[in-house]
């Protein structure tokens, strides 16, 4: 058994590695290219079906896939556009749900108002990954990656709140608002908080004992399971508790993970999260068929198709409202925020709007509805509601997901001006650099700079960016530096180094430069630092 199960993971694996070739071979984003592709399998006879156990996702995949997003979400764009985000992560979703519970009640036959928050909840949070892959490589304004990006962060734990407390209502026939919303505040609250405790601890882990690259690529592995399954099973978010250690731990990088380290923490993740991305998507076209199995005759497939189509609309247009009259109601009361929108036009709306497509969250959300309400009475609708959340999946992010590209390329957003354009940023953070590197030079080490070889071609070469590592190159193979001027040279470049990672993280506060640039320059730096060790010399 153990080894059949092994050769189909394998064998899951390739396919989904392979699939992905294709779709970058066709230009297709690969989440929306696994899920049609999955869709396909599925109904091929003879292919074994896949049962998708929920415990799997939310506590094999989701722990990771949100720690990596909070890893590389840009705290400094999460707390300036921190207000939108919360409307949109918290505001829409609640919105959302209410808006699909009533049309539910009143459009489809049998659904009480229970079930249809049951099924708002779980349709209500957009899924990042499909959106960041469909829009990687499309040139768009830095807000409406950071907007997407904080959005999904915090979403997908308020809509498995209103979820949770929206099956409790439906199991036990009892629903208070008052309880719902302090419950609320109090779930997403102390899973902050524990999510907060358990970074701490892993903090003095990472910090204060002896570690290398590989113990500390183990304990980054480690630690959003801890949080998550901590959080859980003190009946809290686990969700909030990841999100919120993992943007702890980010801020905290350049002092818990040597250049070392950081290179292959990120390597590593890099590979596991697209594995983990690649096995999810495929998953939610492999359960197609057992889904319409399960329909059976009591909704005709049309109908139900309708019913999930209506319910994708909805959520829609829900976005494209909750959105535009936030933002221009925002614009008018608060003058600070008009200020930090000035680069917010209505196209980037539209494609804020279109962007939000839904995924593993909420197939995982409604395959947890238990089976049976008790030992004798099957969960009402328990079906259907599947059916029309793999449809709202389907038509969000196959169709949006598609024409989102071509959406972009009609409307032509404009560019920015709000921002320095990325190529002056990066050569500005060049020159502070090197500035504070001559600064150092000439205060410290101007006797060395003078007397050492080494440090004269270094410093020429800052000067005048001139050819100083070819000469320091052909010191080294003819012989001339000794192993004493070696290592003075050594640790005046890593003192260097230093100094400019110091500033790195300074300009990380900078509203005028993007964390994506600082981070290039940061992997620079530890290549640097590891070149001039040795380690790559």
Known sequence: MLHENLILILVLLLGVTILVMVGHKLKISYPIFLVLAGLIIGFIPGIPHLTVDPDIIFLLFLPPLLYEAAWTTSWKDFREYRGAIFLMAVGLVLITSV?????????????????????GGIISPPDAIAASSVLKGIKIPKTINSLLEGESLVNDASSLIVFKFALAAVVTGNFVLQDAALNFVVVAGFGILTGLAIGCIFYALHRWLPTNENIDTALTLLTPYFMYIVAEHFKVSGVMAVVSGGLFLCSQSHVILTPNSRLKVNSV???ITFMMNGVVFILIGLALPDIVAGLGSEYPLKTAIFYGVGISILALFVRFFWLFSTSRFTRLVNKKTRIRYQGMTWHSSVVIVWAGMRGVVSLAAALSIPLMLNSQTPFPLRNLILFITFVVILVTLVIQGLSLPYVIKILKIPVNTYKIPEQEQSAQIKLRLIDKSLIRLQKTYQFQCIHNELMASFKTELENSLTGKR?????????KIDKQELKVYREIMLDLIHIQRDELHLLKNDRNYDDDIIREEERRLDLEELSTKGNLF
């Open 269 to 271: 993740w890099s590979a």
């Open 471 to 479: 000469n320091n190159l052909e010191a080294f193979r003819t012989g």
């Open 99 to 119: 808006a699909v519970a009533y049309a539910a009640v009143a459009f489809i036959p049998g659904f009480t108002l229970a079930l249809g928050f049951l099924l």
